[in-house]
């Protein structure tokens, strides 16, 4: 039986009002607070304290959108595992397709960040996806299994234990367009697969597959029917309350 879990990606966006507004409506929601399901929400990491500080008395958790590989070191501008940590994170996004086009980072460089999250206790959220190019050559199983395998296979059981996978086809990321039930369900089952491969089956079933691209309250309840979609990486959806709660209702 697997926990789903809905984690708000707020990208680039909030200022302290807007921040606090959304935060108590969603500490406020019974529905949030039950044990059935996980809620998370992403700040930028310079709200990262506001938010620590505003869901310590809600199941909320808290989850960060980026960080470095590297405990600590001359790194300007980064921030590392450990200190998140201190604020009450919990999860930590790795691999968004916005992290590897937009500022190139790869396999190895996303390997390290699991790694790191992991001796840091922070769940990693690994985020896999093609590209419509790539999607419409047929290649999206392909890519796919590839951006699994490079970390999966390098982790040990325990640490794939500790890891939740996000499937989101840039396709779909902030464009409207969804992947249908039938498609997500497609490549869930195949992550699945994959991981089970290179880890052990009986892992590979307790392992979360969060489906990502375009989640509104219209469109969630029927992806969340499928078998082997366990939640969703929420992105424009999140930062509406009402939006985002009835998502969370519909897990
Ligand atoms: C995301 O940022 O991970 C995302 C899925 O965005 P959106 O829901 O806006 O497509």
């Known amino acids: 039986m697997r926990t789903p879990l809905v984690a708000g990606n707020w990208k680039m966006h909030g200022h302290l009002s807007a921040n606090a507004d959304l935060l108590t409506a969603l500490v406020s929601c019974a529905d ?4 059935a399901l996980e809620v998370l929400v992403c700040p930028p990491s310079i709200y990262l304290a506001q938010a620590h500080s505003l869901l310590a008395a809600s199941a909320i958790q808290l989850g960060a959108q980026n960080f470095h590989p590297q405990n600590q070191g001359a790194f300007t501008g980064e921030i590392a595992a450990p200190m998140l940590q201190e604020f009450g994170v919990s999860y930590a996004l790795v691999g968004h397709s916005e992290r590897r086009s937009l500022f190139a980072e790869d396999d190895t460089f996303l390997l390290a960040k699991c790694q790191a999250a992991l001796s840091a206790r922070i769940t990693p959220i690994l985020c896999v996806g093609e590209s419509l190019e790539e999607y419409e050559k047929g290649q999206g199983l392909e890519v796919v299994r590839a951006q699994v395998t490079s970390v999966v296979r390098a982790l040990n059981p325990e640490e ?23 498609y997500a369900q497609q490549v869930h089952a195949e992550i699945r697969d994959q ?34 979609v366990d939640g969703a990486l929420v992105g424009g959806a999140s930062l509406d309350a009402a939006s985002f709660i009835a998502i969370c209702q519909a897990a």
């Open 32 to 35: 949030l607070q039950t044990k």
């Open 160 to 182: 794939v234990q500790s890891l939740v996978i996000a499937y989101e086809p840039v396709w779909a990321i902030g464009t409207g367009l969804t992947a249908t039930p039938e």
């Open 195 to 228: 991981v089970a491969h290179w880890s052990e089956p009986s892992i590979a079933q307790q392992l979360r597959i969060l489906y990502g691209g375009s989640v509104k309250p219209e469109n969630a309840a029927a992806l969340f029917a499928m078998p082997d």
